[in-house]
Antibody
Framework: QVQLVQSGAEVKKPGASVKVSCKAS????????MHWVRQAPGQRLEWMGW????????KYSQKFQGRVTITRDTSASTAYMELSSLRSEDTAVYYC??????????????WGKGTTVTVSS | QSALTQPASVSGSPGQSITISCTGT?????????VSWYQQYPGRAPKLMIY???KRPSGVSNRFSGSKSGNTASLTISGLQAEDEADYYC??????????FGTGTKVTVL
């Protein structure tokens, strides 16, 4: 069945970087874009960016531009989200979610279970 | 990109209907028919409930319906059930080729 399996929880110090992975199975990886969404404790969902898994093109939210890098390894059917210069406000659950890579498709139909990232000194 | 505006909470009794609004701008909600709605239980990942303003994915109850007028989209839950108690988020594609989520609404079944 279609699954997005994310890497485990991380604890990082302020100023460090974190890299979260999202392994896809049950479908052809390069036919769906991968989006990253985060949710701070008790807060709303926040869109971070996405990658076209076919050609590697990316688009980021202005809020995270310069701090976030989304990549993919097509041979491993895995997408990655790296966030740098971490601060306490980056403590959140980070989700990956897919969107079909065809014109007119703009909804996230499958989500990973989330990866908790805690930033603490 | 500012978050789409949703009421913080909506409540209703079992069997009643409730509606959650999602207000944006002409650059997102009003400019495209690409509004989607997600249900989220505490500690769980979001689940797609409505896409393209009015469409329901396979397996989602027909008690859930969506609509849009101008810059405001709405999610209606009819025949409210205890299992509908959750957080709901709207999302829209934007003119910047990005996505934006709403502020979220907590639905309480009285």
């Amino acid at each position: 069945q279609v699954q997005l399996v994310q890497s485990g929880a991380e604890v990082k110090k302020p100023g460090a970087s974190v890299k979260v992975s999202c392994k896809a199975s049950g479908y052809t990886f390069t036919t769906y874009a991968m989006h990253w969404v985060r949710q701070a404790p008790g807060q709303r969902l926040e869109w971070m960016g996405w990658i076209n898994t076919g050609n590697g093109n990316t688009k980021y939210s202005q809020k995270f531009q310069g701090r976030v890098t989304i990549t993919r390894d097509t041979s491993a059917s895995t997408a990655y989200m790296e966030l740098s210069s971490l601060r306490s406000e980056d403590t959140a659950v980070y989700y990956c979610a897919r969107i079909w890579l065809r014109s007119g498709y703009y909804y996230m139909d499958v989500w990973g279970k989330g990866t908790t990232v805690t930033v603490s000194s | 990109q500012s978050a789409l505006t949703q009421p913080a909470s909506v409540s209703g009794s079992p069997g009643q209907s409730i509606t959650i609004s999602c207000t944006g701008t002409s650059s997102d909600v009003g400019g495209y028919n690409y509004v989607s709605w997600y249900q989220q239980y505490p500690g769980r990942a979001p689940k797609l409930m409505i896409y393209d303003v009015t469409k329901r994915p396979s397996g989602v109850s027909n008690r859930f319906s969506g609509s849009k007028s101008g810059n405001t989209a709405s999610l209606t839950i009819s025949g409210l059930q205890a299992e509908d108690e959750a957080d709901y988020y709207c999302s829209s594609y934007t003119s910047s080729s990005t996505f934006v989520f709403g502020t979220g609404t907590k639905v309480t079944v009285l």
